[in-house]
């Protein structure tokens, strides 16, 4: 394509970041039935936190927003995937490109956002366990979440905001979906300013969390240390591990994939999306079943709903 195409006659990109692969139509279906389980899952904890009036607290609508980013991170994405894979069209408009690349970012950022909104919670319910109630009531709870949405979408506009004035010179991008490189990358500008810019705010958010999450979790520490009681210390415990695997499994591929990138190590085409996937599809899905299974009142509930198996006398 000709270097002198500028943006107003772009009206669709084309994704070709699969092109290379063998197996496309085996590498959507299994991305198909992880992303189906990633909904079902969210949509479940969400439908019992909704319906039960006893789950109507704090911590437990931290766990239905982070349900509800959860999908919306992984449906920022994963539809296009599937639909280049598996039904093999690779054309989206210009208009649903720029929406895709805000949500996705959106998505991201408000996946750190819950996460430390949540350590902040089992910060207060452990140091102030009686003003627990008085400090972070349902509506305090439900005010954060909504002003955390409303600072991830101001943050976020950097994305859409960059990029709609650029004129394009390609109408390809070399990724799995329209994010903020490779559409950077389609544009006839230098895109080394617009990837420090990104990474700049990204390293900011990513880290500036993560440092906040372990500022809380030295504090309880701290605190579950003075405890005498044995008992005490293992339900302090039991309260902060579902929410200290959720960590992990999102900040982890975060970082190594940060840390790869800064190192210079050269990743294949295949490995790159390989991470990617996993820092999309992996946590949306481990967090819904850590919720139901680590927590006894959604476990209860989900076990009060399946039906009961007489055993075989």
Same mark, same amino acid.
């Given at each position: 394509m000709s270097q002198n195409v500028t943006r107003k006659s772009i009206t669709e990109f084309v994704i070709t970041g699969f092109d290379t692969f063998e197996r496309p139509l085996a590498v959507g279906i299994v991305i198909l039935v992880v992303y189906?389980?990633?909904?079902? $899952?969210?949509?479940?904890?969400?439908?019992?936190?909704?319906?039960? %009036? /006893?789950?109507? =607290?704090?911590?437990?609508?931290? &766990? @239905?927003?982070?349900?509800? !980013?959860?999908?919306? #991170? @992984? *449906?920022?994405?994963?539809?296009? +995937?599937?639909?280049?894979?598996? !039904?093999? #069209? %690779?054309?989206?408009? #210009?208009?649903? @490109?720029?929406? =895709?690349?805000?949500?996705?970012?959106?998505?991201?950022?408000?996946?750190?956002?819950? +996460?430390?909104?949540?350590?902040?919670? /089992?910060? &207060? $319910?452990? !140091?102030?366990?009686?003003? #627990?109630?008085? &400090?972070? *009531?349902?509506? /305090?709870? +439900?005010?954060?979440?909504?002003?955390?949405? &409303?600072?991830?979408?101001? *943050?976020?506009?950097v994305v859409p905001g960059t990029v709609l004035p650029l004129p394009f010179c390609y109408s390809t991008l070399k990724f799995m979906f329209c994010d903020y490189g490779s559409v950077i990358r389609a544009t006839c500008v230098d895109p080394n300013p617009y990837f420090d810019l990104m990474s700049v705010i990204t390293s900011f958010i990513l880290f500036g969390t993560f440092g906040f999450i372990c500022a809380t979790y030295i504090k309880i520490v701290s605190v579950v240390i003075k405890m005498s009681s044995k008992g005490s210390k293992k339900k302090m415990f039991n309260t902060c591990f579902s929410h200290l695997i959720v960590v992990v499994c999102y900040y982890a591929p975060s970082f190594i994939i940060t840390v790869l990138t800064r190192i210079g190590i050269v990743l294949t085409l295949e490995e790159r999306h390989g991470l990617r996937l996993g820092t999309i599809l992996g946590p949306s899905l481990v967090n819904p079943f850590i919720y139901c299974f680590r927590t006894k009142e959604i476990r209860n509930r989900l076990l009060g709903v399946l039906p009961k198996v007489d055993p075989v006398t």
């Open positions: 189906m389980l990633v909904m079902l $899952a969210n949509l479940t904890n969400i439908c019992f936190i909704m319906l039960d %009036k /006893r789950l109507h =607290q704090p911590m437990y609508l931290f &766990i @239905c927003n982070l349900a509800v !980013v959860d999908m919306l #991170y @992984c *449906t920022s994405s994963c539809p296009t +995937i599937i639909s280049v894979l598996v !039904v093999g #069209y %690779k054309t989206i408009s #210009y208009g649903s @490109c720029i929406l =895709q690349m805000f949500v996705f970012g959106l998505g991201f950022v408000m996946e750190l956002f819950t +996460i430390s909104a949540m350590a902040f919670d /089992r910060l &207060i $319910a452990i !140091v102030n366990p009686l003003r #627990y109630h008085s &400090i972070l *009531t349902n509506f /305090r709870s +439900i005010l954060l979440s909504f002003l955390l949405w &409303i600072l991830g979408s101001a *943050t976020m506009a």
